[in-house]
């Protein structure tokens, strides 16, 4: 191994080829004919750690993600465990279906055939942005027998969320890992999300959700008695694909008479993924998320900021930014 000239600023492309349909596989062929093969790692082939180990020995190191926000999870996961010095920043090039993460980092919707050498270029010349990524740890009660899956990550990077949106993701990986041939393009996979959000509608399973939740943002109880079928709180400005469901205001905001902050009364600071605040909205049932997600509804029904965040809940269905459980 050579010495790299001074300035250099290496690049390790992270792919997963599962992801976005073909499109993974077809871009994994790509960046391994552009760059050198070690610069390029196949996620389906032993994960990120052949590349990560790789990546300990290069100062000043750059990373490209291919994948959806579960991807980039695992990537950020994997970096977590390194003990680096300085941690390198991460790009990304969206091929999953909501792609939330990327929409706010301004990597856009989704990769739809543009140029691999424009978007090796555009990593190079990225400005750094911070996100706040937030610690999860979740507990059974000690009296029930019942076990649910494993929680799939400690970290929020982009939401959590329980109810109604939760239900239909579960739905959705279910039917993903049954039946993956199904699923192979972002179109079809967001025209599968479609139908079973309106089946969701109909079957109602999130009903009376304040009768089996509670929560505590900086140790004041919320009120959650409003109807509500689901409740995501936000770390950053985007989920269900590019949905502003806090709202898109560009100046702090007068609370209404239910709504509180943590730390102040009144007013509520405008949402950004990298203030230390994390925004608690509920929905009505998917219907209402279907209406702020065209736009004839302006947000959901905002009910927090707050720093920390306690939850009891016997309802069996959460998400985690790119999975369910």
């Known amino acids: 191994v050579t010495s790299l000239p001074s300035g250099t600023r290496p690049l390790i492309v992270f792919i997963n080829p599962k992801s976005g349909g073909k499109q993974g596989a077809k871009i994994l062929r790509i960046f391994q004919y552009l760059l050198n093969p070690r610069q390029v790692y196949d996620l389906t082939e032993g994960g990120p750690t052949p590349g ?36 390198p920043p991460v790009a990304v090039l969206p091929l999953g279906t909501g792609n939330d ?25 990225a400005d750094l942005v911070t996100l706040d990524r937030w610690s999860i740890t979740v ?6 027998t019942e076990k ?29 890992e049954k039946h993956p041939e199904k699923f192979n393009s972002r179109t079809r996979n967001k025209l599968w999300y479609f139908g079973m959000a309106s089946q969701e509608q109909f079957s109602g399973t999130c009903k009376d959700l304040e009768k089996l939740v509670s929560i ?12 509500l079928e689901g409740i995501a709180f936000l770390n950053i400005p985007s989920i269900y694909g590019g949905t502003a469901l806090w709202g898109q205001e560009k100046k702090a905001l007068r609370r209404r008479p239910h709504e509180r902050r943590g730390s102040s009364p009144d007013v509520y600071a405008v949402q950004a993924m990298d203030d230390k605040l994390m925004e608690i909205v509920g929905v009505y049932d998917s ?10 509804t302006n947000s959901g029904l905002r009910l927090a900021q707050c720093r920390r965040i306690v939850i009891k809940c016997s309802l069996g269905k959460g998400r985690l930014s790119g999975g369910s459980y």
């Not at 993460?101 to 010349?125: F, H, N, Q, S, T």
């Not at 970290?155 to 993701?169: K, L, Q, R």
């Not at 505590?216 to 008695?225: A, E, F, H, N, P």
């Not at 219907?287 to 004839?296: E, P, Q, S």
């Open 52 to 87: 990560l180990k790789f990546l300990s020995h290069l100062p000043d190191c750059r990373i490209l993600c291919c994948g959806g926000d579960g991807t980039v999870g695992w990537i950020l996961a994997a970096l977590d465990q390194l003990d680096l010095a300085r941690k």
């Open 101 to 125: 993460l990327a929409r706010c980092l301004k990597w856009g919707p989704g990769y739809d055939g543009e140029d691999i050498g424009e978007i090796l270029r555009d990593v190079g010349l």
């Open 139 to 144: 507990t059974n009660d000690p009296e029930s």
């Open 148 to 176: 649910g899956d494993r929680v799939p990550y400690e970290v929020i990077n982009n939401y959590f969320s329980i109810g109604v949106d939760a239900s239909i993701a579960r739905k959705f990986h279910v039917m993903r």
């Open 216 to 227: 505590q943002c900086d140790g004041m109880r919320l009120d959650v008695s409003h109807a």
């Open 287 to 296: 219907a209402h998320m279907g209406r702020i997600k065209i736009g004839v």
